[in-house]
């Protein structure tokens, strides 16, 4: 199995192969700011297991062990790494060419949750 993805422009663009970790929506506050977004919607998959296909994303150390790509030359919000999950990388989802394919199964930080969100994601388990 083989997802594509890529930014607004498509100037950046990855390609991922094999299974994924884990898809699920984060509420947390930094990912809210740094994508710009009520929630963010991740696919954690495994380092080796994907590449960078378009032009290479801008890194910003949102905090200490926190690194976000993104494009450079549209501002969209690419892809996480944390030194906490050295082994993966988490995309955002609605980058894929076919953001319906994939299904989130976990909620991370649910205490975060803005109070005018829904406050249930069907079929998904909270793993804060």
């Not at 997802?3 to 422009?9: E, I, S, V």
């Not at 905090?63 to 450079?72: D, E, I």
Request: proline residues 9%; glycine residues 8%.
């Amino acid at each position: 199995m083989t997802c594509k993805g890529h930014c607004l422009c498509r100037a950046v663009s990855f390609e991922m192969s094999g299974p994924h970790n884990w898809i699920g929506h984060c509420h947390c506050d930094s990912c809210r700011r740094g994508a710009g977004a009520a929630l963010v919607t991740f696919i954690a998959h495994p380092n080796g297991q994907w590449r960078w296909t378009g032009e290479y994303p801008a890194a910003f150390a949102s905090s200490p062990g926190q690194t976000r790509y993104f494009c450079a030359r549209c501002g969209s919000s690419v892809a996480y790494i944390s030194d906490q999950y050295p082994d993966e990388i988490h995309f955002h989802a609605a980058l894929l060419a076919d953001p319906a394919a994939v299904t989130p199964r976990h909620v991370f930080h649910a205490d975060e949750r803005l109070p005018w969100m829904p406050p249930d994601m069907p079929g998904c388990k909270i793993s804060d």
